[in-house]
């Protein structure tokens, strides 16, 4: 099912953490190097013509795709405008690969066509409408191309879950498994967890800020509403002086 998510405030707060997403995205970055390592184990050996990357962000996992697969092109695409200066750079370290980047909502732009491989890194909890974009995919493919996902499943950021009652909709490995069952072969399915400490509730708070993970509320909390968030975070989540924040990542 469709989910609502403001479009306009994911880009905006993912526009405001350009600068610090890199050295924040820890769990991130570990998912981009699993997902690379998948592939390379589906398709030992196999040069990717023609490769679509979704929320490329930073371009962290087109760096990592680059140093590890064969690609002849990507077309990298965010819905954050200034995400091109990072492709460009990639462009300029690999010029043996033509990289493009194409802005905009990936639910809502033209699709390239005959793809070899469709990629995303920590982007399709964002999608409002994951069922159809899988179907898109499944259309731009060619007979033999790979859908290769790395995405978060139930369970992550469950504490500020807790505390506020905010949430994306997280999709469970069956509802991925009953999603792609109808169009693709499944070749790997997995899903992990991992638990961050930080010395304080505003570290984990600067941290989701820090990697734009915050584009799912508007609310606006004054000083108590603050001071009330740290406390009741504190008490449900603290142990051994450390405050735990859980991410689930899932791969497909």
């Known amino acids: 099912m469709p989910q609502i998510i403001d479009k306009e405030l994911v880009t905006r707060r993912f526009r405001r953490s350009l600068s610090s997403y890199d050295r924040a995205a820890i769990v991130q970055s570990a998912m981009a190097n699993r997902l690379v390592e998948l592939l390379s184990t589906v398709a030992p050996q196999r040069r990717f013509r023609n490769t679509l990357e979704i929320g490329c962000g930073t371009a962290l ?88 996902v790395a995405t978060f499943g139930p369970g992550t950021l469950k504490e500020i879950a807790e505390v506020t009652g905010i949430s994306l909709q997280y999709r469970t490995p069956d509802d991925y498994q009953a999603m792609l069952r109808d169009r693709f072969e499944l070749l790997a399915l997995e899903d992990a ?19 734009g993970a915050t584009g799912v509320s508007t609310q606006r909390w004054s000083r108590d509403d603050l001071k009330d968030f740290e406390n009741q975070y504190l008490k449900k989540f603290c142990s051994a002086g450390k405050v735990a924040l859980t991410y689930c990542p899932l791969f497909f």
């Open 61 to 148: 996992l087109t760096r990592k795709l680059l140093e590890q697969l064969g690609l002849d092109r990507i077309v990298a695409n965010d819905i954050v405008s200034e995400c091109r200066a990072s492709v460009a750079g990639v462009a300029r370290d690999y010029p043996g690969c033509r990289i493009e980047f194409v802005d905009g909502d990936i639910e809502t732009v033209v699709l390239p066509k005959q793809l070899d491989l469709i990629v995303s890194n920590a982007t399709f909890q964002w999608l409002a409408d994951v069922d159809q974009f899988v179907t898109n995919a499944h259309d731009v493919l060619q007979e033999v191309g790979l859908l290769a």
């Open 193 to 211: 967890t991992q638990e961050m400490r930080f010395e304080s509730v505003r570290d984990v708070l600067r941290h989701l800020r820090n990697c």
